[in-house]
């Protein structure tokens, strides 16, 4: 009963649309109506600014540490945890409050690794930063960062179980990054740039 709450209070924490409700609270904005449509952190760059952003991506990363960190303390096990941070994944991608619309799950991802194993999180942060940095764009580094997250999380635990939550978190990212490959391919996907502008993410 306590693991099924518990899973239950996790995707209920991950659906909570922070990136909305900031826009809607601080910069009586919507803003799925701005740049790409997407409630996370980038978008949140481009159409609240920098604060903006920085409010959205914390408490996107605690939608994910939190579930888990509650898992650990009173149901430990690696199954428990693993689903706990998939299903805060999950619902930050797929928000009830949203229409099961929401945002691409990377910072969420990240919160829920920083509870399984830090290690794996500064990974994703590092491999992130490389893609953006070498590509501009976002997308890039939040696909390739998943990825080697969900390698070292094999490493650093030796957990078939976590690993496979990581190959999870990364195929539904990838999947969330659709339309990023899609104009990456035609090459209309726009590179970052900080400050508040309409631009796609």
């Known amino acids: 009963m306590i693991v099924g709450a518990l899973l ?52 996107d990363a605690l939608k994910g540490l939190v579930p888990v960190v509650l898992m650990q303390r009173f149901a430990p096990g690696d199954l428990a945890v693993a689903l706990a941070a998939a299903l805060a994944v999950v619902g930050h991608c797929y928000s009830p409050w949203l229409g099961f619309k929401g945002g691409k799950g990377v910072a969420t991802s990240i919160g829920a690794l920083i509870g399984i194993a830090w290690p794996a999180a500064a ?16 997308s ?23 690993a496979a939550y990581g190959v999870f978190a ?21 590179p970052i740039r900080l400050g508040r502008t309409q631009n796609q993410v």
């Open 123 to 138: 990974i994703a942060v590092a491999g992130w930063a490389l893609g953006a940095l070498l590509t501009r764009y976002s």
């Open 140 to 162: 890039v580094g939040s696909m390739l960062g998943t990825a080697a997250a969900a390698v070292a999380l094999w490493f650093l635990t030796h957990s078939p179980v976590l």
């Open 8 to 59: 239950v209070l996790a995707f209920l924490v991950g659906s909570i649309p922070f990136g909305y409700l900031i826009g809607r609270a601080f910069y009586r904005t919507d803003i799925r109506a701005q740049g790409s449509g997407n409630i996370g952190a980038m978008n949140a760059m481009r159409s609240l600014g920098k604060r903006g952003a920085v409010a959205v991506l914390l408490l």
């Open 170 to 190: 990364t195929v539904l990212i990838v999947y969330a990054h659709r339309e990023n490959l899609a104009r990456l391919r035609a090459g209309t996907e726009s």
